[in-house]
Nanobody, 127 residues
């Protein structure tokens, strides 16, 4: 099973920016897609964004569209989440995840689509 390590979390004020990174380990890493999810205290884990590993197709939660941008560096086995215009409601632990299916005919957005998960990185946005 692939290991995923997130970094880049921190504390910012409303309107600030952060860039999260997630690097996969393993010589034979392959994935259909990489996703970002978040979980705030007392809430369920929710979808944030997905990018397919080969085609680069993306999807975003409505709450982050226009503010967050997902990207990838296949050679470095790394996916990024650029978060701009942050709001207090973005405060959560952010997790990256790998969908290691060979193929899907849709862009995965459900937690159950993803088999491997990182440990999470805290993002705190204060007003």
């Amino acid at each position: 099973q692939v290991q995923l390590v997130e970094s880049g979390g921190g504390s910012v004020h409303t309107g600030g920016s952060l860039r999260l990174s997630c690097t996969a380990s393993g010589h034979t890493f392959s994935a259909y897609a990489m996703g970002w999810f978040r979980q705030a205290p007392g809430k369920e884990r929710e979808f944030v964004s997905t990018i397919t590993w080969v085609a680069g197709r993306t999807d975003y939660a409505e709450s982050v569209k226009g503010r967050f941008t997902v990207s990838k560096d296949n050679a470095k086995k790394t996916v990024f989440l650029q978060m701009d215009t942050l709001k207090p409601e973005d405060t959560a632990v952010y997790y990256c995840a790998a969908d290691q299916s060979i193929f899907r005919n849709y862009v995965p957005t459900r937690p159950t689509d993803f088999r491997s998960w990182g440990q999470g990185t805290q993002v705190t946005v204060s007003s």
